[in-house]
C-alpha cells in the first residue's frame, strides 16, 4: 500500500501533483532532457486545467523503467502507483500526455494502467536499438539507449517493454484513443508512428514541422493540447474517425 502522504505536492524528486477541483487526472511525462534540465515540463501549459495534473520528470534519463525517484523503481510500479492514485483521487479519466520520449513513456503507462486517453507528439515507440536501426527510427544520438539497457543489467533482468508494437500485439488494453501526432516530413518521426499506427487505438496525426521539437511546442501554443483536454475521450475518437475518413 502507497503511503497517503505520497499525495501530497511534492510526492517525489520526479513528481509533483497538483490538485484541482474535477474529476479528470492529467499525467504528464516530462522528455529525457529533464534528466539535465531539472524541468517538468508541462508545468505552464497545464497552470489554467481544473482537474488534477500529475507532473513527472525522467530524472534516470531511462524513459521511467527505473521508475519514479523515490518513490516506485520499475514500470510495474510506476503503473500500480498510477492506478492507485486514480482511485485514491477518485477521477473519471486519466490521460497521459508526452512528447517524444515523454510521449513514449504516456504510451506505455497509458496502455498498461488503461487511461482513458493518451495523447502524444512525435513520440519515440522503441528503445531498441536492433529493432530501431531496422526500422530506421533510432536513436537519435549514440548511446540513446544505453540506460534503458544498463538499468535491466544492474537488475539482472531480461530487457522489457522496449518495443511499444510488440507490446501492443502481445496483451489486450482498456485504453481509449491514443491521440498520435507526428511529423510525417521528418523521417525518423514518420518511421516512429508508422510503426504503431495500425493498432485500432492508436489515431495518427500527420503534420508538418521544420524540427523534430517544434510540433510538441505547436501542440501547446495553438490550443490543440486545450482543446484535446475539453472534449470527452468518445468524442475525441468519433471526431479522428472523421478525419481519417475524410483524408
Not at 8 to 14: A, C, F
Not at 67 to 92: C, H, K, M, P, Q
Not at 204 to 222: N, Q
Request: one cysteine or more.
Amino acid at each position: 500500500m502507497i503511503a497517503l502522504k505520497m499525495l501530497e505536492e511534492e510526492i517525489g524528486p520526479d513528481l509533483l501533483l497538483r490538485r484541482g477541483n474535477g474529476r479528470h487526472l492529467v499525467v504528464a511525462f516530462s522528455t529525457v532532457v529533464s534528466a539535465t534540465s531539472g524541468k517538468f515540463e508541462f508545468s505552464n501549459a497545464m497552470l489554467d486545467h481544473k482537474g488534477h495534473v500529475l507532473l513527472a520528470r525522467d530524472s534516470g534519463g531511462d524513459s521511467y523503467h527505473s521508475g519514479f525517484a523515490g518513490v516506485t523503481d520499475s514500470i510495474e510500479e510506476n503503473v500500480e502507483f498510477l492506478a492507485y492514485l486514480r482511485r485514491r483521487l477518485d477521477v473519471e479519466r486519466v490521460t497521459c500526455l508526452g512528447i517524444c520520449t515523454g510521449g513514449y513513456a504516456a504510451l506505455l503507462h497509458g496502455f498498461l494502467v488503461g487511461a482513458d486517453d493518451v495523447l502524444t507528439a512525435n513520440a519515440r515507440t522503441c528503445c531498441d536499438y536492433d529493432i530501431a536501426r531496422k526500422r530506421r527510427c533510432g536513436p537519435r544520438w549514440p548511446g540513446q539507449f544505453d540506460a534503458v539497457y544498463e538499468y535491466y543489467a544492474k537488475r539482472e533482468e531480461v530487457p522489457r517493454y522496449l518495443d511499444l508494437r510488440a507490446l501492443f500485439e502481445s496483451r489486450d488494453s482498456t485504453v481509449g484513443p491514443m491521440i498520435a501526432y507526428h511529423s510525417e516530413n521528418l523521417k525518423m518521426d514518420r518511421n516512429n508512428a508508422h510503426a504503431i499506427q495500425d493498432f485500432p487505438q492508436i489515431f495518427p496525426v500527420p503534420s508538418k514541422s521544420k524540427t523534430h521539437t517544434e510540433l510538441g511546442a505547436r501542440l501547446r501554443d495553438r490550443g490543440v493540447l486545450e482543446a484535446h483536454l475539453r472534449t470527452e475521450p468518445a468524442d475525441l475518437a468519433r471526431m479522428h474517425l472523421a478525419m481519417e475518413a475524410n483524408a
